[in-house]
DNA sequence: GTCTATACCGGGATAGAC
DNA sequence: GTCTATCCCGGTATAGAC
């Protein structure tokens, strides 16, 4: 049977993946070499290409493994409500984004790396960004639609929190030491507190004049 | 006199400066090699090394450039008074940030293609992010000893403000098209509105329970 | 200072034995 | 499927003529 074999290649494709994740953290995904990644996991440098075509197939395939985890917690987690102007359910939203980024930082931090990397004029940030965020531009424009002022189009709104969010918890999660001495609760407390000010009350006119 | 020949010189080093400036908004500083740069100022490969190092002392030729040009107008335009709960300023503060990064947009591009880049466990994004916001903390920090509340620490609002911006302001100034059909005009003023409102209505306890 | 030519090397990718 | 050995190319950086 060729069980045996089907196993072995399934033990060093998981051993190049794990390979692959600790070097993510350490030394990032742009600045490891596929040859890095077979010497970790102690396999030969053409053994790689009969698992992944190159770097980037390796990266869709831990993509998928955290789809494959994560939509699972999420959907059983996710409220059907979603009444963001509520502090604690948008606080929940937040902390489980840190909290996926947090669990999943080589994937994370690949992904980053590779995005921002892109050619500018590919405009794939932009594209990225506002489609990680479709959802919560779809929950702002609810609440718009029920009458909710908010302090402008959900279109950018959505796409600068994630911004926010991406962003920081790359350089939170990166800071080697001398980071904010802060633990994550605590960021995700003052994150909602931000976000929740500027949905919520923006009825309460501060317009000057 | 050596006039000509120096002011040959600086021609080349203005040739070069200027056609990196092109090319990093086009492909970015990663994709940019120097020889595309040399390239495109009609340069040979071998000059370039006559006036950089290598392209990251260009880049920071370019820095260096920006800085000079644009403390200028910042110093001069900066208001004396800080109070950010003061809807106006908040709005002109985050408009001259997003202003400058238009302006300077390939620096911007190539210093956040760098940072980004970087080994992860440099922490470089957290440093770059922090001291990039000193000054918004510092403001920060006068509204709270001033017995304002805010929602968290300014250690960590200012450089989650901070990251917003940037972040934003790179995804939506690199998207070729199909990004944001909004002024930048209207894009500071939605920030403006987020961010008041979490800065100001804090007090306004929307607490559960 | 600027050019042409080239040395040099890292690293992606493949060939072929086992 | 895995290995070793190698090809090969892009790109940095330098040498040396002008």
């Known amino acids: 049977m060729t069980g045996v074999r089907k196993q072995k290649a399934a033990q060093t494709e998981a051993a190049l993946k794990e390979a692959a994740r600790r070097l993510f953290v350490e ?10 990644i077979t010497k970790a996991a102690g396999r030969s440098t053409g053994s790689f290409y009969e698992h ?7 990266l869709a395939g831990l993509l998928a493994d955290m789809r494959g985890q ?9 409220p059907r409500e979603h009444d963001l102007t509520d ?17 999943h930082l ?3 931090v690949a992904l980053f790396q590779s995005m921002v990397a892109d ?17 919560l531009r779809e929950h702002l424009e609810w609440l718009e639609e029920r009458g909710h002022r908010l302090p402008g189009a959900p279109g950018i709104l959505a796409p600068a929190i994630g911004a926010m969010l991406a962003m920081l918890a790359y350089a939170v999660m990166t800071a080697a030491d001398g980071g904010p001495e802060m633990a994550d609760e605590e960021i995700v407390e003052a994150l909602t507190g931000l976000v929740s000010g500027g949905l919520g009350a923006f009825g309460a006119s501060r317009m000057p004049g």
């Open 52 to 58: 992944f075509a190159d770097k980037d197939e390796l």
């Open 70 to 78: 994560a939509s699972e917690q999420i959907v059983a987690e996710h």
């Open 119 to 135: 050619e500018p004029g590919s405009g794939r940030a932009w594209r990225d960004l506002t489609a990680d965020t479709e959802m």
């Open 27 to 36: 030394r990032g995904y742009l600045n490891t070499k596929i040859t890095d």
């Open 87 to 103: 502090r604690e359910v948008l606080k929940a939203h937040l902390g489980m984004a840190w909290g996926v980024f947090r669990e």
């Open 106 to 108: 080589p994937v994370v």
